[in-house]
Nanobody, 122 residues
Framework: VQLQASGGGLVQAGGSLRLSCAAS????????MGWFRQAPGKEREFVAR????????YYADSVKGRFTISIDNAKNTVYLQMNSLKAEDTAVYFC????????????????WGQGTLVTVSS
């Protein structure tokens, strides 16, 4: 599975961005897809995950109610809609794929895309 994240950029606090993660390769249908982020000097943290068919989602408390993860199976693409952005959301965002349907830590994810930088100015 190859993952390609995009959509990062500079946005003012309170604004919105949508990240995309395009997946290719066989067995994509067997994976749970997740988003993580890593701020400078901090560990990579879980943001959200979605099952392959989009029927179950799970969010970190810090983004619940502001971020929405979704999946378009026809395009093999996972999205992260980020609303009401805060300065503390500034980080490099990564998409990842896991076999474990309850995966919430980075070590549980098997494949990673390159990161895309999100900068929120206050």
């Amino acid at each position: 599975v190859q993952l390609q994240a995009s959509g990062g950029g500079l946005v003012q606090a309170g604004g919105s961005l949508r990240l995309s993660c395009a997946a290719s390769g066989r067995a994509f249908g067997s994976y749970v897809m997740g988003w993580f982020r890593q701020a400078p000097g901090k560990e990579r943290e879980f943001v959200a995950r979605i099952t392959r068919h989009g029927d179950y989602t799970y969010y970190a408390d810090s983004v619940k109610g502001r971020f929405t993860i979704s999946i378009d199976n026809a395009k093999n693409t996972v999205y992260l809609q980020m609303n009401s952005l805060k300065a503390e959301d500034t980080a490099v965002y990564f998409c990842a794929a896991a076999w474990l349907t309850t995966a919430v830590v980075a070590s549980q994810y098997d494949y990673w895309g390159q990161g895309t930088l999100v900068t929120v100015s206050s």
